[in-house]
């Protein structure tokens, strides 16, 4: 399949980028894999830190409030017990970690599936170059507009690490500049629009068909 490129002020080149079928067009895009590929994602990002303290962990005496039987009372170990306030907690969360294995076949279906949704959505669009050749930020800003993605989240695809777009793009909010090597599903699949820098469909492709 082929997309029009663009050029940063947002008009057609009159040149044409071949995009792999096997991409960026999948007869069967998968669901699943993109929901399990977004729920990786989403639970790496989780600090799992949340701690309550149990009774040996709570601060305070152990004796025992009175006796056993005979008060018409119920039965209180210590002031340390669930039942008080201040007491500890019964099966309260402890710290983990919410990560979990995907295979690596998966994630790549993911992406593949994400981005043919994208393309058949119209949300794609092929960038000839980006123009930075200094970090300015109302100059990238000056791009999304372009895009009319100035008020909507975006995602800009670099075939290499650039200093010039990153410090352009850090303090403009709802847009993220991601390497296409470390583009992932979710980055996809949250933003409104995706503009990929020419260079970046070759490095973006041979990762996703190996």
Avoid: C
């Avoid at 940063?8 to 792999?20: P, R």
């Avoid at 800009?156 to 352009?168: G, I, Q, R």
Wanted: hydrophobic share 35%.
């Amino acid at each position: 399949m082929e997309l029009e490129i663009y050029g940063k002020d947002g008009k057609s080149t009159g040149k044409k980028a071949k995009l792999n079928d096997a991409v960026f067009a999948i007869e069967k895009p998968n669901d699943h894999a993109i929901w399990l590929d977004v729920k990786q994602h989403l639970a790496n990002k989780r600090q799992g830190t949340a701690k309550t303290l149990e009774k040996s962990e709570v601060s305070g005496s152990t004796k025992k409030l009175h006796r056993q039987k005979g008060t018409g009372g119920s039965r209180k170990g210590s002031i340390k017990s669930p039942l008080f306030k201040g007491g500890a907690r019964v099966f309260g969360p402890q710290p983990r970690d919410y990560d979990f294995k995907l295979n690596k076949k998966v994630k790549d279906l993911a992406r593949r599936s994400a981005l043919t949704y994208k393309v058949k959505d119209g949300a794609v669009k092929v960038l000839d170059t980006t123009g930075l050749t200094a970090p300015k930020t109302s100059a990238f800003a000056d791009l999304l507009k372009a895009f009319q993605l100035n008020t909507r989240k975006s995602v800009l695809v670099v075939p290499a690490k650039d200093e010039n777009v990153l410090l352009s793009a850090r303090n403009i909010q709802g847009t993220r500049v991601v390497v296409a090597s470390e583009l992932n599903t979710y980055d996809i699949m949250n933003a409104n629009g995706l503009i990929i820098l020419k260079d970046a469909i070759a490095p973006l492709e041979t990762i996703l068909t190996k």
